[in-house]
Protein backbone atom coordinates (compact mmCIF):
# COMPACT_ATOMS: atom_id res chain seq x y z
CA UNK A 1 0.00 0.00 0.00
CA UNK A 2 2.68 2.33 1.12
CA UNK A 3 4.90 1.38 -1.89
CA UNK A 4 1.98 1.82 -4.18
CA UNK A 5 1.06 4.90 -3.14
CA UNK A 6 4.37 6.12 -3.35
CA UNK A 7 4.77 5.28 -6.98
CA UNK A 8 1.36 7.25 -7.62
CA UNK A 9 2.91 10.02 -6.48
CA UNK A 10 5.78 9.51 -8.38
CA UNK A 11 3.89 8.82 -11.23
CA UNK A 12 2.25 12.65 -10.41
CA UNK A 13 5.19 14.38 -9.95
CA UNK A 14 6.51 13.13 -13.43
CA UNK A 15 3.71 13.59 -15.43
CA UNK A 16 3.12 17.50 -13.87
CA UNK A 17 6.83 17.70 -14.57
CA UNK A 18 6.84 17.02 -18.08
CA UNK A 19 3.29 18.97 -18.98
CA UNK A 20 5.29 21.82 -17.28
CA UNK A 21 8.35 21.29 -19.57
CA UNK A 22 5.80 20.64 -22.44
CA UNK A 23 4.24 23.97 -21.55
CA UNK A 24 7.32 25.75 -21.64
CA UNK A 25 8.32 24.28 -24.92
CA UNK A 26 5.51 25.03 -26.53
CA UNK A 27 4.92 28.80 -25.15
CA UNK A 28 8.18 29.40 -26.05
CA UNK A 29 7.74 28.03 -29.55
CA UNK A 30 5.84 31.49 -30.49
CA UNK A 31 8.73 33.10 -29.71
CA UNK A 32 9.81 35.41 -33.11
CA UNK A 33 13.38 33.83 -32.78
CA UNK A 34 13.12 30.94 -32.69
CA UNK A 35 17.49 30.63 -31.57
CA UNK A 36 16.59 33.74 -28.53
CA UNK A 37 19.01 32.89 -26.24
CA UNK A 38 17.84 30.97 -22.98
CA UNK A 39 17.55 34.61 -20.98
CA UNK A 40 15.53 36.30 -23.53
CA UNK A 41 13.38 33.24 -24.26
CA UNK A 42 12.98 32.99 -20.14
CA UNK A 43 11.91 36.81 -20.14
CA UNK A 44 8.84 35.98 -22.64
CA UNK A 45 7.71 33.65 -20.30
CA UNK A 46 8.20 35.54 -17.77
CA UNK A 47 6.57 38.28 -18.91
CA UNK A 48 4.23 36.49 -19.95
CA UNK A 49 3.51 34.47 -16.41
CA UNK A 50 3.71 38.04 -14.23
CA UNK A 51 1.04 39.95 -16.92
CA UNK A 52 -1.54 37.64 -14.98
CA UNK A 53 -0.34 39.20 -11.39
CA UNK A 54 0.63 42.54 -11.99
CA UNK A 55 1.81 45.17 -13.98
CA UNK A 56 5.49 46.54 -13.64
CA UNK A 57 6.06 49.97 -14.28
CA UNK A 58 8.31 51.46 -16.64
CA UNK A 59 9.63 55.10 -17.25
CA UNK A 60 11.63 56.35 -20.64
CA UNK A 61 15.00 57.53 -20.08
CA UNK A 62 14.11 56.55 -16.49
CA UNK A 63 18.40 56.34 -15.53
CA UNK A 64 19.87 58.61 -17.90
CA UNK A 65 18.32 62.00 -16.82
CA UNK A 66 15.41 63.91 -15.12
CA UNK A 67 13.75 66.63 -14.69
CA UNK A 68 16.38 68.65 -12.99
CA UNK A 69 19.42 66.80 -13.93
CA UNK A 70 21.25 64.98 -16.52
CA UNK A 71 24.08 61.80 -16.74
CA UNK A 72 24.40 61.54 -12.73
CA UNK A 73 25.42 58.04 -11.43
CA UNK A 74 22.45 56.28 -9.62
CA UNK A 75 19.31 59.07 -10.19
CA UNK A 76 16.24 58.20 -11.31
CA UNK A 77 13.12 60.60 -10.68
CA UNK A 78 10.49 57.45 -9.93
CA UNK A 79 13.33 56.32 -6.95
CA UNK A 80 13.18 60.11 -5.98
CA UNK A 81 9.99 60.00 -5.76
CA UNK A 82 8.57 56.65 -4.70
CA UNK A 83 11.49 55.20 -3.66
CA UNK A 84 12.78 52.70 -6.17
CA UNK A 85 13.79 52.09 -9.62
CA UNK A 86 10.75 51.67 -12.40
CA UNK A 87 10.61 47.58 -12.85
CA UNK A 88 11.05 48.74 -16.77
CA UNK A 89 13.36 51.32 -17.94
CA UNK A 90 12.82 52.75 -21.88
CA UNK A 91 15.61 53.67 -24.19
CA UNK A 92 15.52 55.73 -27.69
CA UNK A 93 18.59 54.78 -29.89
CA UNK A 94 17.20 57.77 -33.16
CA UNK A 95 20.44 58.56 -34.54
CA UNK A 96 22.22 55.44 -33.92
CA UNK A 97 21.74 54.53 -37.50
CA UNK A 98 23.53 57.57 -38.37
CA UNK A 99 26.77 56.40 -36.79
CA UNK A 100 26.53 59.23 -33.74
CA UNK A 101 28.05 58.80 -30.29
CA UNK A 102 24.64 60.43 -28.53
CA UNK A 103 20.88 59.99 -29.50
CA UNK A 104 18.10 62.55 -30.23
CA UNK A 105 17.55 63.13 -26.81
CA UNK A 106 21.59 63.96 -25.72
CA UNK A 107 21.82 60.22 -24.12
CA UNK A 108 25.33 59.34 -25.06
CA UNK A 109 25.13 55.44 -26.14
CA UNK A 110 28.70 54.31 -24.22
CA UNK A 111 26.07 55.91 -21.43
CA UNK A 112 23.21 54.07 -22.54
CA UNK A 113 24.98 50.37 -23.28
CA UNK A 114 26.09 50.72 -19.51
CA UNK A 115 23.19 51.77 -17.81
CA UNK A 116 21.05 49.27 -19.69
CA UNK A 117 23.56 46.77 -18.22
CA UNK A 118 22.92 48.30 -14.90
CA UNK A 119 19.21 48.31 -15.18
CA UNK A 120 19.17 44.08 -16.47
CA UNK A 121 21.59 43.26 -13.48
CA UNK A 122 18.71 44.77 -11.17
CA UNK A 123 16.72 42.10 -12.43
CA UNK A 124 14.71 44.89 -14.39
CA UNK A 125 13.35 45.33 -18.29
CA UNK A 126 15.23 47.65 -20.93
CA UNK A 127 13.07 48.35 -24.10
CA UNK A 128 14.44 50.18 -26.52
CA UNK A 129 12.31 52.41 -29.30
CA UNK A 130 13.75 53.87 -32.60
CA UNK A 131 12.61 57.34 -34.05
CA UNK A 132 14.16 56.20 -37.22
CA UNK A 133 15.53 59.35 -39.13
CA UNK A 134 14.30 59.95 -42.85
CA UNK A 135 16.72 58.00 -45.10
CA UNK A 136 15.02 59.40 -48.33
CA UNK A 137 15.27 63.12 -46.94
CA UNK A 138 18.13 62.79 -44.87
CA UNK A 139 16.08 64.54 -41.99
CA UNK A 140 14.08 63.29 -38.65
CA UNK A 141 11.45 60.47 -38.36
CA UNK A 142 8.68 63.31 -38.45
CA UNK A 143 9.54 64.45 -41.93
CA UNK A 144 6.31 62.65 -43.41
CA UNK A 145 5.58 64.78 -46.47
CA UNK A 146 6.29 61.93 -48.63
CA UNK A 147 4.52 58.93 -49.52
CA UNK A 148 7.70 57.03 -50.95
CA UNK A 149 10.31 56.42 -48.04
CA UNK A 150 8.72 53.02 -47.23
CA UNK A 151 8.96 51.44 -50.85
CA UNK A 152 12.39 53.02 -50.87
CA UNK A 153 13.83 51.05 -48.32
CA UNK A 154 12.58 47.79 -49.09
CA UNK A 155 14.13 45.18 -51.53
CA UNK A 156 14.80 46.63 -54.70
CA UNK A 157 14.27 49.76 -53.40
CA UNK A 158 16.71 53.00 -54.21
CA UNK A 159 17.31 52.94 -50.50
CA UNK A 160 17.37 49.78 -49.70
CA UNK A 161 21.58 49.44 -49.50
CA UNK A 162 21.80 52.24 -47.50
CA UNK A 163 19.15 51.36 -45.02
CA UNK A 164 20.51 48.33 -44.60
CA UNK A 165 23.59 50.38 -43.57
CA UNK A 166 21.14 51.90 -40.70
CA UNK A 167 20.38 48.16 -39.75
CA UNK A 168 23.96 47.09 -39.15
CA UNK A 169 24.66 49.96 -37.09
CA UNK A 170 21.87 48.69 -34.95
CA UNK A 171 22.81 45.24 -35.09
CA UNK A 172 25.97 45.85 -33.68
CA UNK A 173 24.55 48.38 -30.71
CA UNK A 174 22.64 44.77 -29.49
CA UNK A 175 25.53 42.92 -29.66
CA UNK A 176 27.24 45.02 -27.75
CA UNK A 177 25.15 44.44 -24.79
CA UNK A 178 26.68 42.47 -22.59
CA UNK A 179 26.83 41.24 -19.07
CA UNK A 180 29.64 41.17 -16.86
CA UNK A 181 30.30 37.21 -17.88
CA UNK A 182 29.99 38.43 -21.81
CA UNK A 183 26.24 36.78 -21.84
CA UNK A 184 24.29 38.65 -24.14
CA UNK A 185 21.53 40.82 -22.51
CA UNK A 186 17.49 40.91 -23.71
CA UNK A 187 16.37 44.08 -24.62
CA UNK A 188 12.26 44.58 -26.56
CA UNK A 189 13.07 46.32 -29.19
CA UNK A 190 9.86 48.44 -30.41
CA UNK A 191 10.01 49.71 -33.28
CA UNK A 192 8.25 51.65 -36.23
CA UNK A 193 5.48 52.59 -33.34
CA UNK A 194 2.57 54.65 -33.51
CA UNK A 195 2.35 53.86 -37.30
CA UNK A 196 -2.07 54.01 -36.99
CA UNK A 197 -0.73 57.63 -36.53
CA UNK A 198 0.31 60.02 -39.91
CA UNK A 199 3.11 61.60 -38.43
CA UNK A 200 6.08 59.39 -38.67
CA UNK A 201 7.96 58.47 -42.44
CA UNK A 202 6.32 55.02 -41.83
CA UNK A 203 3.28 56.01 -40.91
CA UNK A 204 -0.72 55.26 -42.30
CA UNK A 205 -1.06 57.84 -45.02
CA UNK A 206 2.72 57.63 -45.64
CA UNK A 207 2.52 53.62 -47.16
CA UNK A 208 0.39 50.77 -47.76
CA UNK A 209 -0.54 48.16 -45.14
CA UNK A 210 1.61 45.47 -47.11
CA UNK A 211 4.50 48.04 -46.82
CA UNK A 212 4.41 48.65 -43.40
CA UNK A 213 4.18 45.05 -42.96
CA UNK A 214 6.81 44.02 -45.52
CA UNK A 215 9.13 47.05 -43.43
CA UNK A 216 9.12 45.55 -40.13
CA UNK A 217 9.27 41.56 -41.37
CA UNK A 218 12.00 42.95 -43.44
CA UNK A 219 13.77 44.51 -40.19
CA UNK A 220 13.40 41.23 -38.16
CA UNK A 221 14.45 39.47 -40.83
CA UNK A 222 17.96 40.78 -41.30
CA UNK A 223 18.75 41.37 -37.66
CA UNK A 224 17.64 38.00 -37.01
CA UNK A 225 18.69 36.10 -39.46
CA UNK A 226 21.52 37.91 -41.08
CA UNK A 227 23.14 39.92 -38.53
CA UNK A 228 22.59 37.16 -35.71
CA UNK A 229 21.16 38.93 -33.10
CA UNK A 230 19.16 36.46 -30.78
CA UNK A 231 18.78 38.71 -27.90
CA UNK A 232 15.66 40.86 -28.83
CA UNK A 233 12.11 40.23 -28.75
CA UNK A 234 9.82 42.38 -30.67
CA UNK A 235 7.31 44.92 -30.18
CA UNK A 236 4.60 46.12 -32.16
CA UNK A 237 2.73 48.93 -30.87
CA UNK A 238 0.29 51.31 -32.56
CA UNK A 239 -1.36 54.83 -31.79
CA UNK A 240 -4.60 55.08 -30.92
CA UNK A 241 -7.21 52.55 -32.11
CA UNK A 242 -10.94 52.39 -32.90
CA UNK A 243 -11.26 48.54 -32.01
CA UNK A 244 -9.39 45.65 -33.11
CA UNK A 245 -9.76 45.81 -36.95
CA UNK A 246 -8.30 49.32 -37.05
CA UNK A 247 -5.33 47.16 -34.28
CA UNK A 248 -4.52 44.64 -37.17
CA UNK A 249 -5.27 46.72 -40.21
CA UNK A 250 -0.97 47.40 -40.29
CA UNK A 251 -0.32 43.65 -38.36
CA UNK A 252 2.94 42.28 -39.96
CA UNK A 253 1.64 38.67 -38.40
CA UNK A 254 1.87 36.25 -35.62
CA UNK A 255 5.36 35.12 -36.63
CA UNK A 256 7.01 38.47 -36.19
CA UNK A 257 5.58 40.27 -33.01
CA UNK A 258 6.12 38.70 -29.42
CA UNK A 259 4.61 41.97 -27.63
CA UNK A 260 1.47 43.96 -28.61
CA UNK A 261 0.83 47.34 -27.12
CA UNK A 262 -0.45 51.03 -28.18
CA UNK A 263 0.53 54.18 -27.23
CA UNK A 264 -1.93 57.35 -26.02
CA UNK A 265 -1.73 60.50 -23.83
CA UNK A 266 -4.15 62.11 -21.75
CA UNK A 267 -4.38 65.71 -21.90
CA UNK A 268 -5.44 68.26 -19.87
CA UNK A 269 -9.33 69.43 -19.66
CA UNK A 270 -12.33 67.48 -18.46
CA UNK A 271 -13.44 66.10 -21.90
CA UNK A 272 -10.47 65.01 -23.06
CA UNK A 273 -9.67 63.07 -19.84
CA UNK A 274 -12.92 62.02 -20.64
CA UNK A 275 -11.95 61.00 -24.09
CA UNK A 276 -8.25 59.14 -22.97
CA UNK A 277 -10.54 57.13 -20.58
CA UNK A 278 -12.47 55.85 -23.77
CA UNK A 279 -9.62 55.48 -26.11
CA UNK A 280 -7.54 52.98 -22.99
CA UNK A 281 -10.44 51.24 -22.49
CA UNK A 282 -10.83 50.27 -26.59
CA UNK A 283 -6.95 49.59 -26.45
CA UNK A 284 -6.16 48.09 -23.40
CA UNK A 285 -9.31 45.59 -24.34
CA UNK A 286 -8.26 44.91 -27.80
CA UNK A 287 -4.57 44.28 -27.07
CA UNK A 288 -4.85 42.12 -23.75
CA UNK A 289 -7.62 40.12 -25.55
CA UNK A 290 -5.72 39.71 -28.74
CA UNK A 291 -2.33 39.08 -26.60
CA UNK A 292 -4.35 36.15 -24.95
CA UNK A 293 -5.89 34.61 -27.89
CA UNK A 294 -2.59 34.69 -29.61
CA UNK A 295 0.10 33.44 -27.46
CA UNK A 296 1.38 37.49 -27.18
CA UNK A 297 2.41 39.63 -24.49
CA UNK A 298 0.02 42.57 -23.65
CA UNK A 299 1.81 46.15 -22.93
CA UNK A 300 0.88 49.79 -22.51
CA UNK A 301 3.62 51.04 -24.37
CA UNK A 302 3.67 54.30 -24.08
CA UNK A 303 1.04 56.58 -22.04
CA UNK A 304 1.15 59.66 -19.62
CA UNK A 305 0.14 62.99 -18.69
CA UNK A 306 2.50 66.30 -19.71
CA UNK A 307 3.47 68.47 -16.70
CA UNK A 308 0.89 66.78 -14.63
CA UNK A 309 -1.56 69.17 -14.94
CA UNK A 310 -4.27 66.51 -14.46
CA UNK A 311 -5.27 65.83 -10.38
CA UNK A 312 -4.72 62.97 -8.80
CA UNK A 313 -4.21 61.33 -13.03
CA UNK A 314 -2.14 58.68 -11.01
CA UNK A 315 -4.45 57.53 -8.73
CA UNK A 316 -8.05 58.21 -10.14
CA UNK A 317 -7.41 58.28 -13.96
CA UNK A 318 -4.55 55.66 -14.95
CA UNK A 319 -4.90 53.17 -12.29
CA UNK A 320 -8.37 52.22 -12.47
CA UNK A 321 -8.24 52.16 -16.12
CA UNK A 322 -5.37 49.64 -16.57
CA UNK A 323 -5.93 47.42 -13.36
CA UNK A 324 -8.72 45.32 -14.85
CA UNK A 325 -6.51 44.14 -17.54
CA UNK A 326 -3.54 41.61 -17.82
CA UNK A 327 -0.72 43.56 -19.48
CA UNK A 328 2.72 43.07 -18.73
CA UNK A 329 3.80 46.66 -18.27
CA UNK A 330 3.04 50.31 -18.71
CA UNK A 331 5.42 52.66 -19.56
CA UNK A 332 4.94 56.75 -19.19
CA UNK A 333 7.33 58.97 -21.32
CA UNK A 334 10.35 60.77 -19.96
CA UNK A 335 11.54 64.05 -17.92
CA UNK A 336 12.79 66.03 -20.52
CA UNK A 337 16.26 67.66 -18.70
CA UNK A 338 15.83 70.98 -21.51
CA UNK A 339 12.38 70.75 -22.14
CA UNK A 340 10.86 72.27 -18.70
CA UNK A 341 6.78 71.23 -19.51
CA UNK A 342 7.65 67.99 -21.15
CA UNK A 343 7.33 65.45 -18.05
CA UNK A 344 5.83 62.70 -17.00
CA UNK A 345 7.20 61.76 -13.10
CA UNK A 346 6.65 64.15 -10.68
CA UNK A 347 9.92 65.18 -8.58
CA UNK A 348 9.49 64.85 -5.06
CA UNK A 349 8.26 68.48 -4.46
CA UNK A 350 5.72 68.65 -6.97
CA UNK A 351 2.20 68.76 -6.11
CA UNK A 352 1.44 65.36 -7.48
CA UNK A 353 3.72 63.73 -6.42
CA UNK A 354 1.76 62.39 -3.39
CA UNK A 355 -0.76 60.47 -5.83
CA UNK A 356 2.28 59.03 -7.61
CA UNK A 357 3.53 57.66 -4.35
CA UNK A 358 0.39 56.47 -3.66
CA UNK A 359 -0.10 54.87 -7.52
CA UNK A 360 3.37 52.99 -7.17
CA UNK A 361 2.33 51.35 -3.22
CA UNK A 362 -0.72 49.89 -4.99
CA UNK A 363 -0.24 46.21 -4.83
CA UNK A 364 -0.52 45.41 -8.57
CA UNK A 365 1.43 47.76 -9.64
CA UNK A 366 5.09 46.15 -9.95
CA UNK A 367 8.39 48.52 -9.02
CA UNK A 368 12.13 47.32 -9.70
CA UNK A 369 12.38 45.37 -6.18
CA UNK A 370 9.28 43.43 -6.69
CA UNK A 371 10.44 42.85 -10.22
CA UNK A 372 13.91 41.45 -9.11
CA UNK A 373 12.13 38.99 -7.12
CA UNK A 374 10.15 37.64 -10.28
CA UNK A 375 13.68 36.49 -12.09
CA UNK A 376 12.70 37.37 -15.23
CA UNK A 377 15.70 36.06 -17.06
CA UNK A 378 15.75 32.29 -15.41
C1 LIG B 1 8.98 62.49 -28.33
C2 LIG B 1 9.42 63.69 -27.49
C3 LIG B 1 10.66 64.23 -28.15
C4 LIG B 1 11.72 63.12 -28.27
C5 LIG B 1 11.17 61.87 -28.92
C6 LIG B 1 12.15 60.72 -28.94
O1 LIG B 1 7.76 62.01 -27.94
O2 LIG B 1 9.72 63.28 -26.16
O3 LIG B 1 11.15 65.31 -27.39
O4 LIG B 1 12.84 63.60 -28.99
O5 LIG B 1 9.99 61.49 -28.27
O6 LIG B 1 12.50 60.32 -27.65
Same mark, same amino acid.
Given at each position: ????????????????? !???????? $?? +?????? =? %?? &???????????????????????????????????????????????????????????????????????????????????????????? !???????? $?? +?????? =? %?? &???????????????????????????????????????????????????????????????????????????????????????????????????????????????????????????????????????????????????????????????????????????????????????????????????????????????????????????????????????
Amino acid at each position: MRISRFFMVLSMALIQG !SSFLWAQQ $TE +SLSVVD =K %QA &TPATKALFLNMKRSSQKGIMFGHQDAVAYGRTWHNEKGRSDVKETAGDYPAVVGWEIGDLELGAEHNLDSVYFKDMKRLIREVYERGSINTI !SWHANNIA $TD +SSAWDC =K %QD &TVVRSVLVGGVNHQRFLVYLDRLAEFFHSLKDKDGNAIPVIFRMYHEHTGAWFWWGAKQCTPDEYNELFRMTVHYLRDVKNVHNLLYAFSTAEITDKAHFLSRYPGNDWVDLVGFDTYCHETPQQVEQYKQIMKIGLGVVSQFAAENNKIAIMAETGQEGIKVKNYYTKVLLPLIKPYKISYLLLWRNAFNIKKHYYIPYPAHPEAKDFIQFTKNKSIILSKKAAKIGLYK
